[in-house]
């Protein structure tokens, strides 16, 4: 079975939960670990440097920007050069309309700098906002989720993009 890492930021703890959610749907169609960024190993690092696939997992906080932990991690610790990786977002459409899910795109940029390959962009399913960096023609550049204001679509939405990554991944 091939390995899959599942890593996050939470503040709030719903990054967590969908991580967690995630890692549940996932758990018996591959070898996953899930890893909190803020509490990373060396040994939970190694994992995720010789896993075949990783996600991301992030929050959108200010204008903008990813939540703290990624702001404070070294990224170069992490390899991912060549290697399957896809990113799930959090955010609100409603009161950060203007910037929802932006760090889905600050994340893209990270990760495709260290040269990984992004896989699962997924199409707007229900979320109204006026703009968002991470929404490129007419898809997002991972899972966008806005589990505040519309939690009845978070599950569906998280069933759909894991159907779509599993396809990908292979």
């Known amino acids: 079975m091939e390995n899959l890492v599942i890593v996050y930021g939470s503040s ?27 509490t990373l190993t060396e040994d939970q690092l190694e994992k995720i440097n010789s896993a075949n696939y990783v996600i991301f997992g992030t929050s959108t906080w200010g204008i903008g920007d990813l939540q703290d932990d990624w ?27 203007f910037t929802f899910c932006d760090a889905i795109k600050k994340m893209y940029d990270i990760l ?18 006026d703009k968002s960096e991470s929404f490129i023609d ?22 759909n993009w894991i159907q779509k990554l599993k396809l990908e991944f292979n």
């Open 112 to 129: 495709t700098n260290k040269k990984a390959v992004i896989v699962g962009s997924f199409e707007n399913c229900g979320y109204t906002f």
């Open 12 to 38: 709030s703890g719903h990054t967590k939960e969908v991580a967690d959610k995630i890692f549940s749907k996932l758990k018996d169609s591959y070898n996953v670990s899930i890893f909190d960024i803020k």
């Open 71 to 97: 702001d404070i991690y070294d990224f170069n610790k992490i390899n991912v050069e060549n290697k399957k990786v896809a990113i799930f977002g959090l955010g609100d459409c409603i009161v950060f309309s």
């Open 138 to 159: 007419d898809k997002f550049l991972g899972l966008a989720l806005d589990i505040d204001n519309f939690p009845d679509i978070v599950d569906q939405n998280i069933d």
